[in-house]
C-alpha cells in the first residue's frame, strides 16, 4: 500500500521548547531561563497516539546544538476537550519526572515541548534523539556487546523509579535506548498510562506492546511494580532471542493474548532458554515471570541480583 504523505503533519513554525539547561555530560536540570534555537526540523514518523519529528536545538548556553525527538500528541483540529487532555497529561508527566529526579544516568529526561501547527499549538514532549534506537536494534547491529551489562543499566534504572513508588506501566524494547556511549536509558515513565488513563477512560483498547505484559495486566488492566517486573523480564529474553515473541501477521495478535492469559511467558517460553543466556540470569527471569505477583522479586532485588552476576564476571 502507497504510503500517504498527505496525512504527514506540517509545522508553520518551529517549535517551541520549555527552557531547559543541558551540560554537556548529559544531566538535565530545570533552569528559569534559557534562549533556544530551532534548526533542521522534520518529521521522523508515526507512532501509537503521536507525530514524531527531530529538531537541533540550541540552548543559550551550548555552543553545540542537541538532537532531539518530540513526540506531539495527536489531536483532531479544533477538539478542545483532546487539547485538555492532553494538556494535563504533558503536566502530569512533567510532575512525575520531578518525582522520578534528573540525576539518574540511566533514566532520559523528558520536558515540555508544544509544537506550533495549522490547528495552533499541539501539547508535546521532548527527549533525546538516541541515533542508536532501541535496544534490540543496538543488540542486533551488535552482536558482541554486553547483554547483562545493558540488563543491569536497566534494572538499576527502574528500581530506582520504583523507589519513588511510581510505576513505568510500559517496559518494552522501544522504550530502552541506547546512547552515544552504548549505555541504555529508560524512557517514556508512565506516558503510556497516562495517556491511556485519560484518552480511553470508556475504551478496552489492547496495549500496542502486548507481548511484554503480564496476564494481569493483560485481562485486568493492573499496573504495578510487579507487572513491571514481569515486563522487565520478557524484554531482556527478547533481547537474548532477538527473535519476534508471536508471528507478526496482521490482526494475529489474538492468539498471542489468550496464551499469555492462559498460560502466562513461564507456560509458553519457559522450556526457551536463550543459548547465550546464563543459567543464573534464566532463574532471575523465571522468577519474574511468576504467576503470582506476590512471588516475583521486587525490582530492587532484581537489579541486586544482576550487578552480582556482573561482579561474578569479572
Not at 545493558?150 to 527502574?158: E, G, R, V
Not at 534464566?282 to 512471588?295: G, L, T
Request: proline residues 5%.
Amino acid at each position: 500500500m502507497a504510503f500517504n504523505t498527505s496525512r504527514i503533519p506540517k509545522t508553520e513554525s518551529m517549535l517551541q521548547v520549555t527552557p531547559v539547561h543541558l551540560s554537556l555530560n548529559g544531566a538535565f536540570k530545570r533552569q528559569p531561563k534559557g534562549i533556544l534555537r530551532v534548526e533542521n526540523q522534520q518529521f521522523a514518523g508515526f507512532a501509537g497516539y503521536s507525530d514524531l519529528y527531530k529538531a537541533d536545538i540550541t540552548f543559550s548556553d551550548q555552543s553545540k546544538s542537541l538532537l532531539m525527538l518530540v513526540k506531539a500528541f495527536r489531536v483532531p483540529y479544533n477538539d478542545k476537550e483532546s487539547k485538555d487532555q492532553f494538556t494535563n497529561i504533558v503536566d502530569m508527566l512533567q510532575e512525575r519526572e520531578s518525582a522520578v529526579g534528573y540525576d539518574h544516568k540511566h533514566i532520559s529526561p523528558i520536558w515540555l515541548a508544544p509544537v506550533v501547527m495549522a490547528g495552533g499549538t499541539v501539547p508535546a514532549i521532548a527527549t533525546p534523539y538516541y541515533c542508536n534506537g532501541n535496544i534490540i536494534n543496538y543488540v542486533r547491529l551488535h552482536p558482541r556487546v554486553d547483554c547483562l551489562e545493558l540488563a543491569c543499566q536497566t534494572s538499576s534504572a527502574l528500581a530506582h523509579i520504583h523507589s519513588r513508588d511510581i510505576v513505568h506501566g510500559d517496559i518494552c524494547p522501544e522504550n530502552i535506548c541506547i546512547t552515544d556511549d552504548s549505555t541504555a536509558r529508560v524512557t517514556d515513565i508512565a506516558v503510556d498510562t497516562f495517556v491511556r488513563q485519560t484518552s480511553h477512560r470508556n475504551n478496552l483498547c489492547v496495549p500496542s506492546n502486548w507481548m511484554y505484559k503480564s496476564s494481569e495486566e493483560l485481562e485486568w488492566g493492573y499496573r504495578t511494580t510487579q507487572t513491571d517486573v514481569y515486563s522487565f523480564a520478557v524484554t531482556i529474553y527478547s533481547v537474548y532471542t532477538l527473535k519476534p515473541l508471536f508471528p507478526s501477521k496482521a490482526h494475529s495478535y489474538g492468539k498471542g493474548l489468550v496464551q499469555i492469559i492462559n498460560h502466562d511467558h513461564d507456560g509458553i517460553f519457559g522450556e526457551l532458554k536463550p543459548e547465550s543466556m546464563s543459567d543464573d540470569l534464566w532463574e532471575v527471569v523465571r522468577m519474574c515471570w511468576a504467576v503470582d505477583s506476590s512471588q516475583r522479586p521486587s525490582m530492587a532485588e532484581v537489579d541486586g541480583m544482576l550487578a552480582r552476576m556482573r561482579n561474578n564476571k569479572q
